[in-house]
């Protein structure tokens, strides 16, 4: 395994400029997960997939959050109209459900700064 | 719902020193329960991870943690810490059923002192 990956690992923006990240989860893992963690706090759970199903999503994620994963593959999360306060951590993790106890594997993360 | 609480937000020990960290968490279902490490700049990695059976649990570079359901933690120790232990710590929990969302703490930033 390769392990999961996220791009880009830094993005800095203006306020009320949308934003982009892709997350690569690890070869043949049906889950995936985006959290966001803020400085001084945990991750915060975001939303999460199950192949190309959405299956669940946080009221953190505000209308101007979008999440997709076409082909059950990659993701995309948008964050339209950027605001100050959505500068974090976005931390992507993946798993499987063909092993019943399988746990989440992290990426680095990509760090959004709003100006 | 979960909620996990780290009662230490910083612990700072000598090196080859023992430490704990602990975690605490409320829950009315079974749940799953682990502890991530975070080094700067980094992702979350796994350290270990407690599903069922003995509630010992050992993990990656010497830590190990115990399950104790009636007092609801999850602390996590090891008996001779390292400089490069230095990192923010995380527990967290699932709620047991599907291997979901996890419910994280807020970190522990253990820092070890030569």
């Known amino acids: 395994d390769t392990g999961v990956s996220q791009d880009p690992r830094h993005k800095i923006t203006k306020r009320g400029q949308n934003v982009t990240f892709r997350c690569d989860p ?30 669940e999503k946080s009221r953190l994620l505000s209308d101007r959050f979008s999440a997709e994963r076409p082909k059950g593959s990659f993701s995309t999360l948008e964050i339209q109209r950027t605001e100050q ?3 974090a951590m976005y931390l992507c993790a993946s798993s499987s459900l063909k092993r019943a106890t399988d746990t989440q ?8 700064t709003v100006l | 719902a979960q909620s996990v609480t780290q009662l230490d937000s910083q612990v700072p020990v000598f090196e080859e020193a023992p430490v704990e960290l602990r975690c605490n968490y409320s829950s009315s279902v079974s749940v799953y329960l682990f502890w991530y490490v975070q080094y700067p700049n980094q992702g979350l990695q796994l350290l270990l991870k407690y599903l069922s059976g003995s509630t010992l649990v050992k993990g990656i570079n010497g830590f190990e943690a115990e399950f104790n359901k009636s007092q609801t933690s999850f602390h996590l120790r090891k008996p001779s810490v390292h400089i490069s232990d230095t990192a923010e710590y995380f527990c967290a929990v699932d709620r047991g059923s599907t291997l979901g969302r996890l419910y994280f703490g807020r970190g522990t930033q253990l820092t070890v002192w030569p």
């Open chain 1, 85 to 87: 306060g959505d500068s």
């Open chain 1, 26 to 55: 690890i070869s043949e893992h049906n889950r995936l997960y985006w959290y966001r963690q803020t400085l001084g706090q945990g991750p915060e759970f975001l939303t999460y997939f199950q192949n190309e199903a959405q299956l």
């Open chain 1, 105 to 112: 594997y992290f990426g680095p993360g990509t760090r959004l």
